[in-house]
């Protein structure tokens, strides 16, 4: 039998990042298990939950690791495997009948990610920000999520921040729901008195509302 290869050891994260990764576990558990008890925990509603977690954590970890002189794209594929497999082992500890499915849905989620987003590899990056253009093409949700990640806010803290439900906001930042005027100034005004400065949430084209 072929000897399998054993998984690339990364270096640590830092103790910001690692904290914001772990309240982001924290978060998605607990999500979790309060779904498993309202008796709707389903393959679309964990890749929902899960979704979110995989996005937010490997926008965290890609940037810090990018900023690394040692930095190499092959570390990609070791932070994605981490990153799933974390997920899909919260999920087991509390039902695993769809954990293959969702698995696979993690992993196309992580690519239509990295699509939209301006991750270097090979080179020194720069921390994702907001763009700040009219005609710039990233999503919503993606402005709101480099800003919360940023802000170094977990997604409940920001939802109370917002006066809304946690679940409202994990809609806004997967795109299955687009987020009101009214909520987009709530945004604003939250993420521009944590980073004292002003913040700008552009609509890019052909954006639908759900």
Known sequence: MPKKSSPLLLPP???SGLQLVQSLE????RDLSASF???SLNAANVT???GTYVVNVISVELAYYTHLENYSSIWDVEIKRATVETAIGMLCRIDSSDSPI????LYSIIENHLRTKSFKTE???KTPTIPHTPNDAKSIGNQIDDLRCECEMTVEA?????????RSVYRHLSGQADPRKTHLAAYAKVFSGKLQRQVILNSPPHSKRH
């Open 158 to 166: 920001l939802a109370e921040a917002l006066h809304l439900t946690p």
């Open 13 to 15: 994260l830092s103790r």
């Open 48 to 50: 929902a939950i899960l």
């Open 26 to 29: 924290e978060s998605a558990y």
């Open 37 to 39: 008890r309202r008796g």
């Open 123 to 125: 080179t020194t990056a």
């Open 102 to 105: 969702v698995k696979s849905n």
